[in-house]
């Protein structure tokens, strides 16, 4: 199984540790994109905070990320396991799984992103600030750079298993599952159910979204659980205590009320 998770806008920072180094991360297949993207970056923060800032849609609060993006070729590194926060990873816990399920998880688990593309959990990449909904001076739209390196790459990467997307739409425009591979594609979406004067209501929340997600993950990498369809993926999340339903299109809705 193959799971795409989005990244996190929350990232933790490298107090030391040696700087990024392309030919080191997985999928070698991206990194001439890689390089292209993070040259651009770089030289685009250091050579104009208020450009940068503009194209980067930061807010007065958040101009401090120009100065990181600047450095990124300097800057120290985590595993992305460790960098990325935020309430999907809080949820995943990483940190706190035990031997088997992490090594599931950095088996199975990509993140996308605006900069990288797409890495493991043992990729080492410094703190950054690049959403692919951003569109760079000199590429355009990042989702739309991605798209082409991302469909020669990841075919292969996700040969044979079921495909499990958690990706948001911005994350999901960069690689599109097509044929064979979209056959064995299951996307979530989680819907919070409510009651009011006897009517149920159900409602897309952030917050529910995103955690949920995340011990969906958990509790697959735990359970060591392999479903190869999204039929037998569904089974499999109702066994571990996920009230889910099937529609169409290889989509399952987990429906949640309250967490925890």
């Known amino acids: 199984m193959l799971v795409l998770l989005p990244p996190s806008e929350g990232k933790a920072t490298a107090v030391r540790g040696r700087p990024v180094a392309l030919d080191t991360l997985s999928l070698p297949g991206l990194n001439d994109a890689r390089s292209a993207v993070l040259d651009e970056l770089v030289e685009l923060c250091r050579a104009d905070e ?3 800032a503009a194209v ?12 990181k993006n600047a450095g990124l070729r300097e800057a120290a590194t985590l595993p992305a396991g460790e960098l990325y926060t935020g309430v999907l990873y809080d949820a995943l816990g990483l940190s706190t799984l035990d031997a088997a399920a992490r090594r599931r998880a950095r088996q199975s688990v990509l993140v996308f992103s605006g900069l990288w593309g797409a890495v493991r959990l043992t990729d ?13 001076p ?3 739209g990042l989702a739309a750079y991605w798209k082409p390196h991302m469909e020669r790459v990841l075919p292969e990467v996700a040969d044979g298993g079921l495909v499990l997307d958690l990706r948001s739409s911005a994350y999901g425009a960069a690689w599109k599952p097509r044929g064979e591979v979209a056959g064995r594609t299951a996307t979530v979406r989680v819907l ?9 209501r159900r409602a897309v929340v952030s917050h529910f979204n995103k955690a949920t997600k995340g011990r ?3 509790a697959l990498l735990t359970s060591g659980a392999r479903p190869r369809s999204t039929v037998a993926l569904a ?8 009230t889910v ?3 169409p299109g290889g989509r399952l809705d987990v429906l949640v009320q309250d967490i925890h």
């Open 245 to 247: 339903e099937e529609a």
């Open 235 to 242: 089974e499999v999340l109702r066994d571990l205590g996920f």
């Open 138 to 140: 000199g590429l355009g």
């Open 124 to 136: 080492r990449i410094p703190a950054y600030r690049c959403s692919m909904a951003v569109r760079m």
């Open 216 to 218: 969906l993950v958990r």
């Open 50 to 52: 208020e450009k940068a």
């Open 56 to 67: 980067l849609g930061l807010s007065a609060g958040l101009r401090g990320e120009v100065a």
């Open 192 to 200: 919070q159910v409510t009651v009011v004067e006897g009517v149920e």
